[in-house]
């Protein structure tokens, strides 16, 4: 069995040598970075299912935005997003819910001011 070539860690100024990319420590904390802000590596995928999520929308409602915080009201301006925020510890893989822009915004300016 050939013996595994050991790497340096991939965090800058460290001196810790292993087979994985980072040592223990700095693996732990890249993946909590992951974790944190999410990786880039899964935005396209994301934006992608945002886009698949208003165009279902659109065949079934039309042009409609459901409201949050107020009545359900015609608008062309549709967004999908997540309904637990991811940047509030929500699921990056949960479900999205179309709202237009402006209720959108709205309910991320709500549900912020409720956990602070
Ligand atoms: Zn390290
Ligand atoms: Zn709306």
Redo the contacts with the bound molecule.
């Keep these: 069995m050939p013996k595994p070539r050991l790497k340096p860690c991939a965090q800058p100024g460290c001196p810790e040598l292993q087979t994985e990319t980072r040592c223990t420590e700095h693996r732990r904390d890249n993946d909590r970075y992951r974790r944190q802000f999410g990786s880039k590596a899964s935005e396209p995928r994301d934006r992608a299912r945002r886009k698949a999520t208003v165009d279902t929308h659109r065949a079934q409602h039309g042009d409609w935005?459901p409201?949050?915080g107020r009545e359900p009201?015609a608008?062309a301006d549709l967004t999908a997003d997540h309904i637990d925020e991811v940047s509030l510890g929500g699921d990056p893989h949960g479900p999205l819910q179309t709202?237009?822009r402006?209720?959108n915004g709205r309910k991320n300016a709500t549900r912020q001011n409720r956990v602070r």
């Design positions: 935005c409201g949050y009201h608008s709202l237009c402006s209720c």
